[in-house]
């Protein structure tokens, strides 16, 4: 019978998904009281799950689309224990060229990766303000000038928002890409507000952070431990095993700063 009920609900969920019934948000309501399992509700359950977390910010519009994600610095141990940055953060820009109505080629994708600097650069564009990046993916090798990149930034003329805009001259498969991405004032409000917020993490700093609150809890541990001894009693204070561990986890989710 239980088998039997599982059918039915699911056969009603097919039709109602299917037949396009739950239209809006009011026809979804009843979404809300089927047994569904499996469903992943926070993203610390789903990075659990996955083992990595894709949260892009993307905007599709008529000649191609655009992609916004952060890749996260990576770090080195040091002999002393201690960690250091082995390589800063950045912004991944992707562009794919649009091949009809809303569809994309997603197999032609360019990226162009923005450093911390070149993101301050972008979040504090004034209305009439545009800025421009070159890069070289192979610079300082035997394959530089090779594939060179560019990206620019540039008011839309009613004040609306910006053009980003990709350039990426392949010397050796003869080819010239150029993708311009037209961004309203409320989309660059959005990369601007999640750029901001990302900007600290790029360079490390809330590995930083997280140190100085664990110094924090300890010290306010020991002396509330040292406070609450017997009068005349001494012991050597001891730090929590949680507390004084400091473990540094390599965030590498892209090593594509270069690009």
């Known amino acids: 019978m239980m088998k039997l009920s599982q059918f039915v609900c699911r056969n009603a969920v097919s039709e109602k998904l299917f037949s396009g019934r739950a239209c809006n948000v009011k026809d979804c309501t009843w979404l809300q009281n089927l047994p569904f399992r499996g469903i992943v509700t926070s993203s610390q359950e789903l990075g659990e799950k996955s083992g990595k977390i894709f949260a892009d910010y993307t905007v599709f519009k ?22 250091k940055i082995d390589r800063m953060g ?6 794919w060229p649009a091949i009809g109505q809303r569809k994309y080629d997603w197999e ?21 303000d545009s800025c421009e990046f070159f890069h070289d993916p192979s610079m300082k090798t035997s394959l530089a000038g090779q594939v060179r990149k560019s990206l620019s930034v540039t008011p839309i003329a009613d004040g609306g928002g910006y053009f980003f805009s990709l350039s990426v001259v392949n010397n050796n498969l003869k080819t010239n890409d150029r993708l311009s991405v ?6 660059f409000a959005v990369i601007r507000t999640t750029c901001s917020f990302i900007l600290p993490h790029l360079m490390g700093w809330n590995q930083y952070s997280r140190e100085l609150t ?10 509330q431990l040292k406070n609450s001894q017997p009068s005349g009693y001494t012991s050597q204070l001891t730090r929590r095993p949680e507390e004084h561990i400091r473990t540094v986890v390599p965030l590498n989710l892209d090593s594509e700063w270069d690009k």
């Open 182 to 187: 037209p961004i309203t004032s409320a989309e």
């Open 90 to 95: 950045s912004m991944m820009l992707t562009f």
């Open 214 to 223: 664990s110094s924090q809890k300890l010290s306010g541990y020991n002396n």
């Open 62 to 83: 008529g000649k191609a689309a655009f992609s916004i994600r952060p890749s996260l610095p990576t770090f080195r141990k040091l002999d002393t224990g201690g960690s």
């Open 108 to 128: 032609k994708k360019q990226v162009f990766a923005l450093s911390p600097t070149e993101v301050g650069s972008v979040i504090s564009l004034g209305l009439n």
